[in-house]
């Protein structure tokens, strides 16, 4: 996929966020009295040109965000903006591309048409229209195959490409990207993160909701971590995802002794067969552990500093905030009794 | 953008959707076998003919055209969500009433096109059999047709209410019997005023009459082949309070539908 270029956006100043969030909550009124609590009380801020993502297991507010962002919900309490006006209102639709999670469109058009069809609801004007649209459909490689077949024969990728080639038609200020990849194929994957990273660069706001941690490590500049309609964490990737200070050394060929010289020296080992798997928190202690192998005879497979992964630092996150729940409900229990 | 332009474009796209589609082409084949199966009525007296065939065409369009409100009706604002395509609409500068009446144009647009295609075949039969003899068109039957469209408007203006809160059931269920009561709103009433029947009875189909829309009224089938009558308009004006009314009915149908829909969370 190739990028469209970004046609200058409207003067705006950069410190006005283009989405606003101030305490917005959600909760979901069922039968009997019950009631589901969606969204607690989610501050956010995204900055122009910002590529944010939101990630979250099933269940963690994240859908219910974008459809509050998008008019489609109604906050219980608290606030959002686009671009100073309220969800739902045209001025902001106007600057607005949405893809939803798993798109489906009027199955009896075909992909041209459909694009004619949301191009004209965006008041995309005719003598842009038509170059706009076979522009998209070659970006998204419908051109030659799948612009004049109806929508009903696309295959799910097809029906993700014109996703993405609908929610560019109106040239957005803000895409926002409901679980783009979800579905696809490696190929598919791939040409979605390049169309990404190609609308970053383009300096287009982007809002990426996705449970894909891998996905979103490689495209989003800042990310919100949620979690039971709670955000447990926000901020640039390179703060969540810290770099590492340690130090892990591979050898094979120790014997006894040798694995036993390790320990001596107060260093943690683990043995796997032949294999010696050596981590340590410095680089004196990294010198100390290859100084032990050449001595004992060990021969160096591997010398890597392992960085911790998104999905890690999410995994933590997630696994400390169910543990604080865990003790909150267990303590209220006892405090009732 | 102007404020009509996206309703007509969602109106556009909803006829173009249903004519795309099996069920309406389906219905109109079978109303147009029901037409031409009209022809071939035994010989019997000019006079009984021409009731007859005037009976029985514009009780094809009536029926049909309301078979095909609520069958392509009831899926236009429920189908949308169930299936998803609403999200990418509503997600662009549409306004939730835009859409509202975007569906309701829609809506009219098929049974435009479903009453001018049945009436182009009754009037064809109604030639064949009679008009080759008697040369004398009876206007009256364009009247009558045009009424039937003002009636299917009004049913669905009723079905777009509905399927802005019930579930596409509920909207079948509600327009059918909408449909029913309006329809033989005349011999329910009268059902309901014998001596026999309690005060509580009574009292609630006057309510029920009131409310509900009176589709007897639009048809013109019993004032031409029933009661004769030469004219609409003269000594009684058969068109206007009925249309009025219908007028009415669209115009609150829509309004609620509007009002609802603006708070429906999706």
New interface residues.
Partial sequence: MVATAKSPAVAEPTTNPVVDIRGLSKTYRLMMGKEVNALTDLTLEIKKGETFAIVGPNGSGKTTTM?IL?????PTAGEAKLFGYAP?D??A??R?G?L?E?????E??NGRELLE??G????VPEEVRKSRIDELLKMVDLYDRGADMPIRVYSRGMRQRI?IA?AMI?DPDLL?LDEPTNGLDPIGTVQVRQFILEQKKQQRTILLCSHLLSEVEAVADRVAILHRGDLIAVGPINELVPESTMWQLVATGLSREGIAAFKDAGLKVEVHGDVVTLLVETLDDAYRGLGIMRDQGGELIELTRPQPTLEEQFLKAVGEESLRRTVDTLQKTARKK | ?SYI??IF??AG?TV??VL??VVLNVLLVLGALFLIGSMFTGAIDPGQLRATLVDSGLAVITMLGAVIAILTGFTMIPGEIE???L??????????WQFVLGKFFGAAGINGITVLLLAVLFFAAYYLKIGRTDHHFDLRLIVAVLMTYAMLCVLSALIIFFSTFMSWIGTIIASMVIWFVGSYSQFLWDMSQGAEVNAFSKTSSLIVQKLLPDFQAMDMRYAIVQENVTSFFTPHNLIGKPLVVGVCYIVIALALATLIFN?R??
């Fill in positions: 459809k998008l008019g489609m919900l109604f739902g045209a001025e639709q106007r607005i949405y939803p798993a798109p489906y469109f009027y009896f058009l069809y949301y004209k609801l965006c008041g996703g609908q109106n926002i | 953008m332009r996206p474009l969602i796209n173009t959707g795309r589609g299936n998803r395509t999200y990418p609409v509503l997600s662009k500068p549409v306004r939730r708070y969370e999706l």
